[in-house]
């Protein structure tokens, strides 16, 4: 179907001052992902997954600028024993980043997958996200795979002793990055992935997760503190038999962030949790929008998203659940609240269940509340102060979502950035 003139105009426009990188053996998906773009054009506000937010800040010629927060507080996982990996403003630090190297990891810059000899990553890169277009377009996407000019390619053989750590910095204030990354989980191996930073006045990311049988990925990432930067994040990820993907997400202020995750469950007894909990103060919107495939018989996925809400600010759920006939016995689960603290600000919406298997425990559940007076007259009777006995009330309605980090030392680390942002809203 031919593109109508608005969107066919938005996307030459945005294309116009953009070269295709020559980054490695990846110009044939380049080119492909390109030739998509074109083909889908990129979102207008009445695409059925876009009404709820508007993709123009994110699809316009030049990234609006964001000034640069210095918040003088430690990086998120700056204390843990990882091995980091640093890009400012979208390109490689090797100053700032720790040796590429790992006991049972194997890690490339994107730019390294060199045509002399065969990498596994010419493969996947471009794959998932190709296969990841249907049933709903994903224009922002293609966009990134064809124009992402920095990423790294990570293999996992093994289990290594410490996380990977992917830290994005933000310098110049009009920053407009695309970074992607491919990532393969051999059998039976296992690794955490944590990301943090804010990485860009705007920042386009896409990482394509291919998880082999046995194989186990942990992945929490903190997106960043400094409120003017806009972002759209793209996950697609594809399970083998008995693979284990969990994935968390923290945001926190942002003028605009929109999260995409993709996952199929393509063997049988696979399991897949997608999480993610956000705070949000005044000019803050921000969007989930997950789509969970059911392909292999006997597996597991769970949404879990919490969103506390305040002075105006918006929150957006998009989720699916795909079941399809050869995936019997499976168990799905998903919940969407939000937590609003002011009568300005809201929360849009729209849970999905698809079935074809007769055999099915699936159920999706979605509430918009404010605080429980009763469990705070409670509180207040027993001399906790009014905003202290708020911000209790507040971290036990996100803990559903944080509780979906394995690792209790992830798990403490986002309680305490949670704590501290409630603190700072209610001192001002």
């Known amino acids: 179907m031919a593109l109508d003139d608005r969107k066919r105009t938005a996307t030459e426009e945005r294309l116009a001052a953009m070269v295709l990188p020559e980054v490695g053996c990846t110009k044939e998906a380049r080119e492909k992902a390109l030739a998509r773009l074109q083909a889908m054009g990129l979102p207008q506000r009445r695409d ?75 493969d996947l890169y471009g794959e998932l996200e190709a296969a990841g277009q249907t049933p709903v377009e994903r224009p922002l996407a293609a966009l990134n795979t064809a124009y992402a000019g920095d990423g790294v390619a990570i293999r996992v053989t093994g289990k290594p002793s410490r996380p990977i750590n992917l830290v994005y910095t933000h310098e110049a204030e009009d920053s407009d990055v695309f970074l992607h990354h491919v990532l393969r989980i051999e059998p039976g191996a296992e690794a955490t992935i944590l990301e943090n930073g804010p990485a860009a006045a705007r920042f386009n990311k896409c990482i394509e997760i291919d998880i082999a049988e046995g194989g186990t990925l942990h992945h929490v990432r903190a997106q960043g503190r400094d409120h003017e930067r806009r972002a759209v994040t793209h996950l697609f990820a594809r399970l083998g038999a008995d693979a284990v993907f969990k994935s968390f997400t923290l945001t926190v202020n942002g003028v605009l962030t929109r999260n995409e995750a993709v996952v199929e469950l393509n063997g049988d007894n696979g399991v897949v949790h997608i999480a ?50 050869t995936a019997q016995k499976t168990d799905g689960y998903q919940i969407s609240q939000s937590l609003l603290l002011d009568e300005d600000s809201q929360f849009y919406a729209k849970p999905e269940l698809e079935i074809y298997a007769d055999d099915v425990a699936c159920s999706h559940g979605s509430t918009s509340g404010a605080i429980d007076e009763e469990a705070l007259f409670y509180l207040r009777a027993r001399g906790v102060p009014q905003g202290p006995a708020t911000d209790l009330l507040t971290l036990a309605f996100l803990a559903e979502a944080v509780e979906e980090i394995e690792d209790e030392t992830l798990a403490e680390e986002i309680r305490g950035r949670l704590e501290g942002w409630l603190v700072r809203r209610r001192n001002g």
């Not at 508007?54 to 990234?63: K, M, Y």
């Open 48 to 122: 059925e997954y876009w009404k709820y937010t508007r993709p123009d800040t994110l699809t316009q010629p030049a990234a609006p600028a964001a000034a640069v927060f210095k918040s003088g507080e430690a990086p998120v996982f700056g204390a843990m024993d990882c091995l980091r990996i640093v890009f400012v403003d979208g390109l490689y630090s090797p100053e700032l980043s720790d040796p590429l190297e790992l006991e049972g990891v194997e890690i490339d810059r994107l730019e390294d997958i060199c045509c002399t000899k065969e990498h596994w990553a010419e």
């Open 276 to 325: 993610g909990a956000c705070v949000g103060n005044g000019d803050f919107h921000h969007d989930d929008t997950v789509f969970i495939t059911h392909n292999g018989a006997n597996c597991e996925s769970r949404q879990v998203f919490k969103k506390v809400l305040c002075n105006g600010a918006t929150g957006v759920f998009q989720g699916k659940i795909l079941v399809n006939q």
